[in-house]
């Protein structure tokens, strides 16, 4: 048995009750045919859709409200807007042994607390290890790169002496919570970032290699990992150094002395040149090193002082 058809009626008032006057509020009688005309079904359909969008632009104002009420709903986004930094760093910059000026760090131990542990450790020396005397190994257009300490010999040594312990896996993990945590560019103008990961690495080179008189297939690393221990200062917003570079605080003072390192004339990059591709396509070690070179200045620049 066919019934009629019960209209629901919203007990809500429509938020544009003339445009609902307008539209002809008389809904198609079912027939045992269940025949609809074009018309019918264009002016059932037009009316349920009006009525549920006004019910929903009613409801949207409270669903705001209780998104701002919330914080839980609300990215936290803190961690990238709130550095305020905790603990003060100076490097004095020597460029062919003239002093240039001193930089003024700010630390940001609340939000990296890893990060700015190493930072800090390596500049005033309680790792066993300093910044002391090691120099700047790379000018690019929009950052300047300090080389660190090594991680093998002496300053190895000295480490381990102190019970200091360089692993990157601890860094890594904060920079990919703090990705996690802040969209967007995080190595702004004037940011301090320590290298967590070589973006660069080639993958893997796989030869072929006779073991016990059978060919085997074995892979060989190319090019090394980082120490955890270089660190970039950004002249200008890089988004190219937010997949390697775990930002832990910025300059507060001596961005003139940053720029003037980034003025010092380097060696020319010739990555567009086809025998260089081919060598790195293919894994070849001297490649690597070739790309080593590539913008690293003609003049020694060091820190002369850091604490």
């Given at each position: 048995?066919?019934?009629?058809?019960?209209?629901?009626?919203?007990?809500?008032?429509?938020?544009?009750?003339?445009?609902?006057?307008?539209?002809?509020?008389?809904?198609?009688?079912?027939?045992?045919?269940?025949?609809?005309?074009?018309?019918?079904?264009?002016?059932?359909?037009?009316?349920?859709?009006?009525?549920?969008?006004s019910?929903?632009?009613?409801?949207?104002?409270?669903?705001?409200?209780?998104?701002?009420?919330?914080?839980?709903?609300?990215?936290?986004i803190?961690?990238?807007?709130?550095?305020?930094?905790?603990?003060?760093?100076?490097?004095?910059?020597?460029?062919?042994?003239?002093?240039?000026?001193?930089?003024?760090?700010?630390?940001?131990?609340?939000?990296t607390?890893?990060?700015?542990?190493?930072?800090?450790n390596?500049?005033?020396?309680?790792?066993?290890?300093?910044?002391?005397?090691?120099?700047f190994?790379?000018?690019?257009?929009?950052?300047i790169?300090?080389?660190g300490?090594?991680?093998?010999?002496?300053?190895?040594?000295?480490?381990?002496?102190?019970?200091?312990?360089?692993?990157?896996?601890?860094?890594?993990?904060?920079?990919?919570?703090?990705?996690?945590?802040?969209?967007?560019?995080?190595n702004?103008?004037?940011?301090?970032?320590?290298?967590?990961?070589?973006?660069?690495?080639?993958p893997?080179?796989?030869?072929?290699?006779?073991?016990?008189?059978?060919?085997?297939?074995?892979?060989?690393?190319?090019?090394?990992?980082?120490?955890?221990?270089?660190?970039?200062?950004?002249?200008?917003?890089?988004?190219?150094?937010?997949?390697?570079?775990?930002?832990?605080g910025?300059?507060?003072?001596?961005?003139?002395?940053?720029?003037?390192?980034?003025?010092?004339?380097?060696?020319?990059?010739?990555?567009?040149?086809?025998?260089?591709?081919?060598?790195?396509?293919?894994?070849?070690?001297?490649?690597?090193?070739?790309?080593?070179?590539?913008?690293?200045?003609?003049?020694?620049?060091?820190?002369?002082?850091?604490?």
């Open positions: 048995m066919w019934h009629s058809p019960k209209i629901i009626r919203s007990s809500h008032q429509p938020s544009h009750p003339q445009l609902i006057q307008q539209i002809p509020t008389s809904s198609p009688i079912l027939k045992p045919n269940c025949k609809f005309s074009r018309r019918e079904l264009t002016v059932y359909t037009n009316t349920s859709l009006l009525l549920l969008l019910s929903q632009t009613h409801l949207s104002p409270l669903r705001s409200e209780e998104t701002q009420s919330n914080p839980n709903s609300r990215s936290n803190s961690i990238c807007t709130d550095r305020t930094p905790t603990k003060r760093a100076f490097l004095d910059i020597s460029i062919d042994g003239e002093r240039v000026g001193r930089i003024i760090i700010g630390i940001d131990e609340q939000n607390p890893i990060g700015a542990a190493r930072l800090s390596l500049i005033s020396g309680a790792a066993g290890i300093s910044y002391r005397k090691k120099e190994i790379k000018i690019m257009p929009n950052y790169q300090h080389g300490v090594r991680s093998y010999g002496v300053d190895a040594e000295m480490a381990n002496r102190r019970g200091s312990n360089l692993a990157v896996e601890n860094l890594v993990t904060e920079w990919e919570r703090v990705n996690g945590d802040c969209l967007g560019t995080k702004l103008k004037g940011s301090v970032g320590i290298i967590v990961r070589d973006p660069f690495k080639p893997p080179k796989v030869k072929i290699v006779a073991r016990k008189g059978k060919l085997e297939i074995d892979e060989e690393e190319v090019g090394k990992d980082v120490n955890g221990t270089e660190f970039v200062i950004a002249m200008r917003d890089s988004p190219e150094l937010d997949s390697s570079a775990l930002v832990v910025k300059v507060l003072e001596g961005m003139e002395v940053v720029e003037r390192i980034g003025q010092v004339k380097t060696v020319q990059e010739n990555t567009s040149s086809p025998y260089f591709r081919a060598a790195k396509l293919i894994g070849d070690k001297r490649a690597v090193v070739a790309e080593r070179g590539f913008n690293r200045p003609y003049s020694k620049m060091e820190m002369q002082k850091a604490f």
